[in-house]
C-alpha cells in the first residue's frame, strides 16, 4: 500500500467517527509530500526525522506532528500494513513554545476596520462591505472563520438575532445569539446586500463580488492586505504574524476583562462562554484566554478589591 492510500484511508477512518480533523489531515498530506508516495512500509525513520524536524526550532508543532503520525501508524500497524514504527518514541527538548496568539486592542480593531475600503478596491474579489461584516461576525460573535463563510441566508435570522452554526469542530450545531450592536450591523449589510446579490435562503450569505460563496483563501489574502494598511504586526517573520483565528481568541479575552470589569461572577459565566464559543469543555476555552496586560489589571484589581474587603470584615 502506498503512502497517500494509507493516509487516504486514515483520514476517512476518523472522519467516519465524527471528527473534522482538517488541521491533521493537512499534516497528513504534508507527511505524503515530504516521504513521496512510495510504499508505506518503506518509510524510514530519518525520513519521519525530516519531517517532524521541519525547517525551523523546534516548537510544540512537532509534539502535534508526531501526534498525528502516531494514530496513522497505530491504524496501519493494526491492519498489518506496517510491521514496524519509524517514530522516534521521545520528544527533543526544550520545546519552544508554539504560535502565542495575537489579542487585537480597541485601537487595532479600529484601524482594521478603518483600511477595509483600501484592501477591497474594485479590483479585490471581495466588496468592501461584506468583508468589514465578516471581520465583525468573527469578533463579535466568537465565530471560527469556516463558520462565518459556511452561512446561508436561512442561517442569519435577524428577527430572533440569532445565528445557526453548522460548520464547526465534531460536526456539532449550536445556535450563537448576537448583541445589539452587532445587530445592527447586520441588518445595515443584509439591506445592502440584497440590492445586489441572490437573497434566496439557500444563497451565500457572504460572497465574491460575482455571487459565488467567499472562500478561505480569497478572505485570508483580503485580510493579509488589511493588516499591513492597518500597520498591524510583530516580531517573528511572516509564521508569527497576526491571524484570522486571533480575532475569535479577542472576543474570549476581551469579554472577560468586561466581566472583570463589571464584577460578575466568572465560575458562573466560564461554562456559558465554552458554550457559545462552539467548545466541549473549559479546558478548550482557557487555551483562549491569553494574559494581556489589560486582562492582568483588572484581575489584580479584583483580587485587590478581595483581599481589601476580607481585611475589612
Avoid at 17 to 27: C, K
Avoid at 102 to 120: G, H, T
Wanted: charged share 25%; with cysteine; net charge positive.
Amino acid at each position: 500500500m502506498k503512502t497517500s492510500a494509507a493516509v487516504i484511508a486514515y483520514i476517512s477512518h476518523k472522519r467516519a467517527l465524527g471528527m473534522l480533523f482538517r488541521a491533521e489531515g493537512a499534516i497528513l498530506k504534508a507527511f505524503c509530500k515530504e516521504t513521496g508516495d512510495i510504499p508505506f512500509a518503506t518509510v524510514t525513520a530519518s525520513a519521519v526525522h525530516v519531517f517532524l524536524e521541519g525547517s525551523g526550532p523546534v516548537t510544540e508543532y512537532w509534539a502535534k506532528k508526531h501526534n498525528v503520525l502516531s494514530g496513522l501508524y497505530k491504524f496501519a500497524m493494526a491492519r498489518s500494513w506496517v510491521s514496524i514504527v519509524p517514530l522516534p518514541h521521545s520528544i527533543p527538548k526544550p520545546v519552544a513554545p508554539m504560535f502565542v496568539p495575537y489579542i487585537y486592542s480597541q485601537a487595532e480593531l479600529k484601524r482594521m476596520l478603518d483600511a477595509v475600503p483600501a484592501a477591497c478596491t474594485k479590483r479585490s474579489v471581495i466588496d468592501a462591505d461584506v468583508f468589514r461584516t465578516l471581520i465583525l461576525l468573527l469578533y463579535g460573535a466568537g465565530l471560527r472563520l469556516g463558520e462565518a463563510l459556511a452561512f446561508s441566508m436561512a442561517d442569519v435570522d435577524l428577527p430572533q438575532a440569532c445565528l445557526e452554526v453548522h460548520e464547526t469542530k465534531f460536526f456539532k450545531h449550536r445556535l450563537v445569539p448576537i448583541g445589539a450592536d452587532l445587530l445592527r450591523v447586520m441588518r445595515e449589510y443584509v439591506g445592502k446586500r440584497n440590492e445586489t446579490y441572490a437573497d434566496g435562503a439557500d444563497a451565500p450569505f457572504l460572497c465574491k463580488r460575482d455571487g459565488s460563496k467567499l472562500t478561505q483563501t480569497a478572505a485570508r489574502n483580503a485580510f493579509r492586505r488589511v493588516l499591513v494598511i492597518a500597520l498591524i504586526a510583530r516580531d517573528g517573520g511572516p509564521r508569527r504574524q497576526p491571524r484570522f483565528h486571533d480575532l475569535r481568541h479577542t472576543a474570549a479575552v476581551h469579554r472577560l476583562v468586561a466581566w472583570y470589569r463589571n464584577g460578575v461572577d466568572l465560575q458562573e459565566r466560564l461554562p456559558r462562554l465554552a458554550t457559545y464559543l462552539g467548545h466541549v469543555d473549559l479546558s478548550s476555552t482557557q487555551r483562549y484566554l491569553t494574559m494581556t496586560p489589560e486582562l492582568l489589571t483588572e484581575a489584580s484589581l479584583r483580587f485587590e478589591r478581595y483581599a481589601m474587603g476580607a481585611d475589612h470584615v
